[in-house]
């Protein structure tokens, strides 16, 4: 090899520590954050997440929560989500839901008015219905997040955000997550998570709550203008 690939190799190398060395900073802060915050008790929520233990009921709100959250704030999600499961009979029942389809949309849209994505969650409950929860949950756990995929309204980024909400190991490729993995030279959200596990040793799911909830709340222009440590040439 010679000296000039040996030094640019040494320069590579010197840069991917100086920047796992930062970004394990960012996140032991960004935790050091959460767990103090009001938002603490997500870590407990996340926990308790198992796949293994997908119900109906849970699998029904965990679909709604995602669907209604695409596209929209949390925060006005989470203002109205209280009043909207009252609305689907609090997601006891599938059937219950299809026999009430329309009261269940009519009640909601006074609150949400997105008449497509309520539809999204009516046919949700239609689908277990015509297919089986148990046939459907049997195929969450053989297939995964590709099955995941065909549910109503969920597409090839949100599935990982209803996969994660039913207690899958997995990051979200979300905004908030791409344009950090992005600022610290990761190929995705999937590779920075990983990365940080590796040194944590927490879990992917964990690191991407801690990681999305500190970015929902801290505008990400404060980490856009922190020094950032360079290697040295």
Known sequence: ???????????????????????????????????SSPYGYELVWQSNLNPNRISESNLLREHAWV?????????????HFDFISLCFCDWE????????????????????ANSRKLDGI???SQLLC????????????????SELRGFPFIG??????????????????????????????????TEMCEQISITSGDDRATIDLILWRHL??????????????VAPS
């Open 1 to 35: 090899m010679r000296k000039s690939e040996f030094s640019t190799g040494t320069t590579k190398s010197a840069e991917a520590a100086m920047r796992n060395s930062s970004l394990q900073d960012y996140y032991k802060s960004a935790k050091e954050w959460f767990l």
């Open 93 to 112: 029942s599938a059937s219950e839901i299809v026999a009430h389809g329309n009261e269940c949309i009519a009640s909601a849209k006074t609150a949400f």
């Open 67 to 79: 669907v209604l959250n695409s596209g929209f704030k949390e925060a006005v999600v989470r203002k």
């Open 156 to 189: 090839k980024i949100t599935c990982f955000h209803l996969a994660k909400n039913l207690g899958f190991d997995v990051s979200k490729p979300d905004r908030h997550l791409e344009r950090l993995a992005k600022f610290y030279d990761f190929k995705d959200t």
């Open 130 to 145: 015509d297919e089986g929860t148990e046939n459907v949950i049997g195929r969450i756990h053989r297939y995964g997040i």
């Open 216 to 229: 929902e709340q801290k505008p990400f222009k404060q980490i856009q203008n922190s020094s950032r440590p």
């Open 122 to 124: 009516l046919r949700m």
